[in-house]
Nanobody
Framework: QVQLVESGGGLVQAGGSLRLSCAVS????????MGWFRQAPGKEREFVAA???????LYSDSVKGRFTISRENAKNTVYLQMNSLKPEDTASYYC?????????????????WGQGTQVTVSS
């Protein structure tokens, strides 16, 4: 059974930074496709960033140039470094995995999800 645990969320002022972590257990992490998504109240869950086993990356246009996804296979962990945060980045952030997969941008392409971590950016 694959389990994901996110951490690192919190309250930050606009222009600040946060780093989210997602620890994965239960499978061979190095062959996962990994993604970060977010969901604001009343809105659908949306793609943020993704990476595959070869560390290729994809980003949504709204975060490109501000957020960086990375992975540390030795620690079975994927990170999301978020810089220059804006109030519109406020949401619950979720990591997701696709064993044996690549970097996908759609929620239904992922098999396992974490419980989410809240990010709040004040203006």
């Amino acid at each position: 059974q694959v389990q994901l645990v996110e951490s690192g969320g919190g309250l930050v002022q606009a222009g600040g930074s946060l780093r989210l972590s997602c620890a994965v257990s239960g499978h061979t992490f190095s062959i996962y496709g990994m993604g970060w998504f977010r969901q604001a109240p009343g809105k659908e869950r949306e793609f943020v960033a993704a990476t595959n086993w070869s560390r290729s990356t994809l980003y949504s246009d709204s975060v490109k140039g501000r957020f960086t996804i990375s992975r540390e296979n030795a620690k079975n962990t994927v990170y999301l470094q978020m810089n220059s945060l804006k109030p519109e980045d406020t949401a619950s952030y979720y990591c997701a995995v696709k064993p044996g997969g690549t970097a996908y941008t759609r929620t239904h392409d992922y098999d396992y999800w974490g419980q989410g971590t809240q990010v709040t950016v004040s203006s």
